[in-house]
């Protein structure tokens, strides 16, 4: 059970460049999330989906887009890559099917570190 | 919105030594709180839970934390610290439906384990 998977596990870009950070998870969870992680900064929630189709912002959403076509993938895409967008990305899955209390354990990726320069 | 704050940044035991890690949250109703720890290179792995009932709660690897409703908090203890324990810990707090389930974290705790 490979549980939530990242790709790529490290990217450098040039500013003004994009990308797309793929997640997928193979739990059947409805829940998925993007957060960022700066040091000293804890992490950060960028956007969530409650399904496929459904997506919302999060707190620092500018600069990101995201999509969920389908229940297993929830890809980030960075449009105009710039500095302040390196950081360690953590997607992140969970599943609402017996309450809020299940819904709000989080099983995490590995992570992507990115850089900007 | 809930906030999560843990005030040390770094802590430094020695092995064998006991720990206590300290998590403060504000929310209104009964939260639901999170430890979950960070090894180096890797994602964050959950150490225990809180929903409700009994305030003190056991959690993976010899971790447990106590809800204290009285002082906002729910600090993570260990007995005896092992050079393993070392890791970034982060405590977070469940949010309302509104933000999808998502969790709210602390800016985490380093902690380094000396021998």
């Known amino acids: 059970n490979a549980g939530v998977t990242q790709t790529p596990k490290f990217r450098i870009l040039k500013i003004g460049q994009s990308m797309t950070l793929q997640c997928t998870q193979d739990?059947?969870?409805?829940?998925m999330y993007w957060y960022r992680q700066d040091p000293g900064m804890g992490l950060k929630l960028i956007y969530y989906?409650?399904?496929?189709?459904?997506?919302d912002k999060g707190e620092v959403p500018n600069g990101y887009n995201v999509s969920r076509s389908t229940t297993e993938d929830f890809p980030l895409r960075l449009e105009l890559a710039a500095p302040s967008q390196t950081s360690v990305y953590f997607c992140?899955?969970?599943?609402?099917?017996?309450?809020?209390?299940?819904?709000?354990?989080?099983?995490f990726g590995a992570g992507s570190r990115l850089t900007v320069l | 919105a809930q906030s999560v704050t843990q005030p040390d940044i770094h802590i430094t035991v020695s092995e064998g030594a006991s720990l206590e890690l300290r998590c403060n949250y504000s929310?209104?109703?009964?939260?639901?709180l999170f430890w979950y720890v960070q090894s180096p290179g890797q994602g964050l792995q959950l150490l225990l839970k809180?929903?409700?009932?009994?305030?003190l709660v056991q959690g993976i690897k010899g971790f447990e934390a106590e809800f204290k409703r009285s002082q906002s908090s729910f600090n993570l203890r260990k007995p005896s610290v092992h050079w393993s324990d070392a890791a970034e810990y982060f405590c977070?707090?469940?949010?309302?439906?509104?933000?999808?389930?998502?969790?709210?974290f602390g800016k985490g705790t380093s902690l380094l384990v000396t021998p």
């Open positions: 992140a899955s969970s599943y609402l099917g017996q309450g809020p209390s299940g819904a709000n354990v989080l099983t």
């Open positions: 989906s409650v399904g496929a189709g459904i997506t």
């Open positions: 929310y209104g109703a009964t939260p639901y």
């Open positions: 809180y929903f409700s009932g009994d305030t």
């Open positions: 977070a707090v469940g949010e309302t439906p509104n933000s999808g389930y998502a969790l709210n």
């Open positions: 739990m059947n969870h409805n829940y």
